[in-house]
């Protein structure tokens, strides 16, 4: 009886939780967002303005939206951290894909199905880095190739995991606030369209691109609204972990 009470107690009294992967390239503003978000949702978050450092390790905080928690993982997007990435993959009910608008020249990619990059390339940009396991992710240099390659690549080995299939994606075009940066709608036609309907695009998936200042707050509630309605419509594909 007393377990049985238990049970009933703990159905009653728990919640789903979901958890989300904040990815995208060094300074594109990922830790900014997390703590925008907390700033949002948390009472005693940190105010929205804050000095970052780049972040080496994981950043997570679990926000409360009163019918489920979301669990927000920053994880780094320096490239030797990226081929951590993949272990969180599996686990995660979203990716968060950060864009900062100011770092990708006119936003556009020269061709659809394109690749202006070789493998050479990728490998000139690797020389300073030891080891490796395969993964993309982990393998761009920002030195030897533009942000925007960079991003598409980085972007494509994220939609390439078998792990990411199927979850909603949602990409974030960030640092709208300044007057140097590329259209929301530019980078969506010019990159993000070309990327997911390419090859390496892994089929049809539920995605989203928005625009949003990390730094002002603004369109960071509609991103967590967006994800919220994802995830939970994806629930019966990769559902919830209770607490
Ligand atoms: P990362 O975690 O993705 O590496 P950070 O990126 O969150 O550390 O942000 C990198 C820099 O971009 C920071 O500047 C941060 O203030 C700035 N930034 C992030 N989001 C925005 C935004 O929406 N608008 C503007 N204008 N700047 C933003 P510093 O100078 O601290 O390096
Ligand atoms: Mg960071």
Request: glycine content about 12%; aromatic content about 6%.
């Amino acid at each position: 009886m007393y377990h049985l009470a238990k049970s009933i107690y703990l159905y009653a009294t728990s919640k789903e939780e979901y958890s989300i992967l904040l990815l995208g390239l060094d300074n594109a503003g990922k830790t900014t967002l997390l703590s925008s978000i907390k700033s949002l949702y948390l009472p005693s978050g940190p105010p929205t303005a804050q000095k970052t450092v780049p972040t080496v390790g994981q950043n997570v905080s679990t926000i409360d939206l009163g019918d489920m928690y979301l669990k927000i993982w920053d994880v780094g997007g320096q490239h030797s951290l990226r081929r951590l990435w993949t272990s969180y993959y599996e686990s995660c009910h979203a990716v968060v894909f950060v864009v900062d608008s100011t770092d990708l020249g006119d936003g556009e990619l020269d061709g659809p199905n394109e690749s202006p990059i070789s493998r050479a390339e990728i490998g000139a940009g690797l020389q300073d880095r030891e080891g490796g396991d395969g993964d993309i992710a982990g393998q761009t240099g920002s030195q030897h190739i533009g942000r925007l390659q960079e991003c598409r690549l980085v972007l494509e080995s994220v939609l390439a995991s078998s792990a990411t299939q199927g979850i909603p994606i949602l990409v974030l075009a960030n640092k709208q606030d300044r007057e140097d940066c590329v259209e929301t709608v530019r980078i969506k036609e010019g990159l993000v369209r070309r990327v997911f309907e390419g090859e390496k695009g892994g089929g049809v998936r539920d995605s989203r691109v928005l625009p949003i200042s990390a730094l002002k707050g603004t369109g960071v509630k509609e991103a967590v609204e967006w994800i919220k309605s994802r995830v939970q419509w994806n629930k019966e594909g990769r559902p919830p972990v209770m607490r």
